[in-house]
């Protein structure tokens, strides 16, 4: 059986709560080595370093995300340091820019009840002090981008980076900036959703990512997977939507390999390496 990396996921959110002893046996049964769990704000932090200590498989990850980062408190920066160094293991994430959810998302959407949403200048300045600690104690950070490619390109360049690398998760940037992004350290994770017709010019990204710089994840329960690539259907969220299950991991693996055009066997390999590499 292959041995599966899960690089981006989100165990400790409310979907996901109920089933928590079926996922983690579905987890097993699977393959499932290690997975990402990310924290997109401070009240999330806890709640992860709890989780990690009862499920070995998780690798917790601290961050305040573009969306949570105009309520963030006094002291989240002098916090996420003392649990970067307190935790040697711990990563850095959900960090990042997101353009849509200052111009783009409806005023409500209830994703953003009771959040200030910070401008672009200032998601700017908290993903540039979280890089720099990134850089600082050498912990991968997950990176979340949208419509703001140009932005992140130029803070990455002008910012400390860990010497491990970062994260694009989920990554549907420009084909042309690939290069531009690995040069400077750059993994990119695949993950399900990119499977939808509607994703096909960012699907084709992954045909053209260097080896050695792929890696695998589901964003469960954040990121539906695309229709008929649900293989670990749980009871549907209350509006009727599906959630991901995080054992879909082995999807993405199967469909990432079927892209490449290489054995599900080698690229379980690589995506272990590259795991290991990043996230040490």
């Known amino acids: 059986m292959p041995r599966l990396y899960d690089a981006h996921q989100h165990f400790h959110f409310d979907p996901l709560t109920p089933h ?3 996922i983690a046996a579905d987890l097993a049964h699977v393959g499932l080595q290690r997975a990402v769990v990310n924290g997109t704000n401070e009240e999330e932090w806890p ?3 709890a989780l990690a200590a009862d499920y070995r498989w998780i690798l ?5 995300h573009p969306w949570d980062c105009g309520n963030r408190s006094a002291n989240w920066l002098a916090t996420l340091r003392s649990r970067l160094a307190n935790e040697p293991h711990a990563a850095i994430g959900e960090i990042g820019l997101d353009r849509w959810v200052i111009d783009g998302i409806k005023p409500d959407d209830p994703r953003i009840a009771g959040l200030h949403i910070a401008s672009l200048h200032e998601q700017g300045e908290v993903f540039t002090e979280q890089l720099e600690l990134a ?3 050498n912990r991968a950070a997950s990176i979340h ?6 932005k992140l390109l130029e803070i990455l360049k002008a910012t400390s980076r860990p010497a ?3 994260l694009l998760h989920g990554y549907s940037g420009p084909a042309e900036m690939i290069k531009n992004f690995t040069d400077l350290g750059a993994y990119y994770s695949f993950n399900l959703q990119l499977l939808e017709a509607r994703h096909a010019e960012r699907l084709n990204n992954f045909h053209h990512i260097p080896a050695h710089r792929l890696l695998v994840e589901t964003d469960a329960p954040a990121k539906p997977p695309a229709p008929g690539s649900n293989r670990f259907p749980l009871p549907a969220a209350p509006d009727g939507s599906a959630i991901n299950h995080p054992a879909n991991i082995a999807v993405a693996y199967a469909a990432l390999a079927e892209i490449r055009g290489v054995p599900l066997e080698t690229l379980a390999v690589q995506i272990e390496q590259n795991f290991r590499h990043l996230f040490r």
Do not use: D, K, L, T
């Open 135 to 137: 850089a600082e104690f």
């Open 164 to 166: 491990c690398g970062f």
């Open 47 to 49: 709640i992860i370093e």
């Open 20 to 22: 928590r002893a079926r």
């Open 145 to 150: 981008c949208v419509q703001a490619w140009g």
């Open 60 to 64: 917790p990850s601290y961050g305040v």
